[in-house]
């Protein structure tokens, strides 16, 4: 590949270079079969949803049928403080202040919504209404489970799913936790809890010792379960991205060790154990520790774990890939064989999360990533009435209750409800009714939990002057990371070359180093960059300080001590 690179500086100085691909690029096969560009494209504001869900959903005064959104609950479960309830779905008939003596909510939608939105730039914690210290109360210590969980308390876990039977269930709010806590670090007893868990998964991962083939752990009697439900394997990618996490942060040598182990009990897997959103943590974290440890862990393995939709317990899941009446929904991540694919908004803004900073580590992935996120970013407006025409929608006619920042739970071929199934694929629709049969209106089919995570794309995506081409920021959310320089992944998606425009931060110089292709392609910018990117190709360019001292750690290339390039060769 080559890299014409222009460079128009205060000055006006015009400079050019060649840079010649020293990273191979190693293909996803599930993403090789996604189109190069989407069909019909258009790349909605995802910044702007998440300020907009944020402002419209937590209004205590929001006026409307089924509004508002949110409650106190004052039940005091686990910590004695009154905290924010949030509906999973829209008028959900189980939850609210006046049901379940308010006590039903989740924590996949109110950490989800808090993280979404301080990941745009919103403070979550306010004066009168400090959200995130609210969210102590999902820290289970009254069960004597202490790890976060899905609900404050047994009383209400069984009306919906997961806790305490459900693995995926128990080990991801704890994610969700840890990833608010790095945006927080002085939130009290933040610090506490994050120790707490830490502990918890390091200690359950001994216990294990390498079989995860279960379908959840009991961490009050600290005992491995199973039951109904599938077992899940890839709860371990939950563990060691947990444990990896508290080692960044504590230093604790024992966090690394459990994180190692959790991760290698997962590679040891025979068949594809993906459940439900772990997965591509795994993916990231092998990655990543390769990266900053020098260990083996098979990527290539969890990467296609997380996309190809061969798991044999949960029967197909991973990522969607197909064309339905002239409408490409690749990208999207959920059920690949439910009524011919069935896409689910949570778990494609989640997937993102771990994969676009994975690029950081291991930039031999940044053309299929980009291939993928342009897929999915253009695909996921579909799952917002607003963006998807009335007949490819249930209930069109009721859209007004989402204000314009709530979408359907999901995406489907054909309607897995009777009433709908004569509706052409795509059909938004959602799942909300069949939770509480006859009970829940139709309009339960608009997820507040999922449309919570738009943060996570808000952050990530920017839009260009080239329609298609995206700037994705790899360090949104990486956490826990070590100190790194603005670093942003480019995947150009037309088959000839395009000049793409890179505006660089004002007052400050700096040189331009491209990992794809292995060095530095522009010295000195001071205002803005145009590069022009091969067709089908991928830039990750990484803005250091001009004139920086260059060093070199093993494979790592470093600049003023900060890691620029995790895999440097030098050219012989």
Not at 103 to 132: C, R, S, W
Not at 157 to 183: H, M, S
Not at 433 to 462: A, C, D, M
Request: aromatic letters at 14%.
């Amino acid at each position: 590949m080559n890299t014409f690179i222009k460079i128009t500086t205060s000055c006006l100085l015009v400079i050019s270079l060649n840079a010649t691909a020293q990273v191979k690029q190693q293909n996803i096969p599930r993403v090789d079969q996604m189109p190069n560009l989407p069909q019909p494209l258009k790349i909605i504001d995802y910044k702007k949803l998440a300020l907009d869900f944020d402002k419209t959903v937590y209004d205590f005064n929001a006026k409307g049928k089924y509004w508002p959104m949110v409650w106190m609950d004052d039940s005091q479960k686990n910590f004695p403080q009154t905290v924010v309830g949030l509906y999973t779905a829209v008028a959900d008939v189980r939850q609210g202040p006046d049901h379940n003596n308010g006590m039903f909510h989740e924590a996949l939608a109110t950490m989800g919504a808090t993280l979404g939105a301080t990941l745009v730039g919103i403070d979550k914690n306010q004066p009168n209404l400090n959200y995130v210290g609210m969210l102590k109360n999902y820290f289970n210590k009254e069960t004597n489970w202490n790890i976060m969980m899905n609900n404050t308390c047994p009383e209400v876990a069984l009306l919906g799913g997961g806790y305490g039977r459900d693995w995926w269930y128990d080990v991801y709010p704890n994610l969700l936790f840890f990833a608010v806590y790095d945006k927080y670090p002085n939130e009290p007893g933040f610090t506490e809890i994050a120790r707490s868990i830490a502990d918890k998964f390091y200690e359950a991962d001994v216990i294990l010792n390498g079989n995860y083939d279960y379908s959840y752990f009991d961490y009050n009697k600290m005992t491995p379960m199973t039951n109904h439900i599938c077992t899940q394997p890839d709860a371990a990618a939950g563990h060691a991205w947990v444990l990896y996490m508290a080692y960044k942060k504590f230093g604790d040598a024992k966090y690394l060790k459990g994180a190692k182990s959790a991760l290698a009990a997962l590679q040891s897997q025979s068949k594809n154990p993906t459940y439900e959103v772990l997965m591509p943590f795994g993916a990231y974290l092998a990655a990543r520790i390769n990266a900053e440890e020098g260990a083996k862990y098979d990527t290539n393995k969890m990467l296609d774990w997380t996309f190809d939709g061969t798991p044999i317990c949960r029967e197909g899941w991973g990522a969607l890939v197909g064309n339905w009446n002239g409408y490409d929904i690749s990208g999207t991540f959920g059920s690949t064989v439910d009524h011919g694919g069935y896409g689910f908004l949570m778990n494609t803004y989640d997937a993102a999360w771990p994969l676009v900073p994975m690029v950081r580590y291991d930039q031999s992935y940044a053309t299929a990533i980009g291939k993928w996120m342009l897929n999915a970013a253009n695909a996921s407006r579909f799952f917002y009435p607003q963006y998807i025409p009335k007949e490819h929608q249930t209930i069109p006619e009721l859209a007004e209750v989402t204000k314009g920042v709530i979408g359907y739970e999901g995406i489907i071929k054909q309607s897995s409800y009777k009433e709908y199934e004569n509706l052409k694929g795509p059909v938004a629709q959602g799942d909300g009714p069949l939770w509480v049969l006859g009970e829940n209106p139709k309009e339960s089919q608009f997820s507040v939990y999922g449309s919570g995570h738009v943060g996570i794309f808000g952050s990530i995506i920017r839009a260009t002057n080239v329609t298609g081409i995206l700037q994705l920021d790899l360090l949104a959310t990486d956490f826990f990371s070590d100190k790194a320089y603005p670093s942003y992944l480019y995947y150009n998606p037309y088959t000839a070359n395009k000049t793409v425009t890179i505006k660089t931060e004002k007052g400050k110089k700096v040189d331009l180093y491209n990992t794809v292709s292995g060095n530095f392609v522009a010295r000195n910018v001071t205002s803005s960059v145009k590069i022009n990117i091969s067709a089908l190709s991928s830039a990750v360019i990484i803005c250091v300080p001009s004139n920086g001292k260059v060093t070199y750690e093993g494979q790592k290339m470093l600049v003023d001590g900060i890691v620029v390039d995790y895999k440097f060769h030098q050219k012989k």
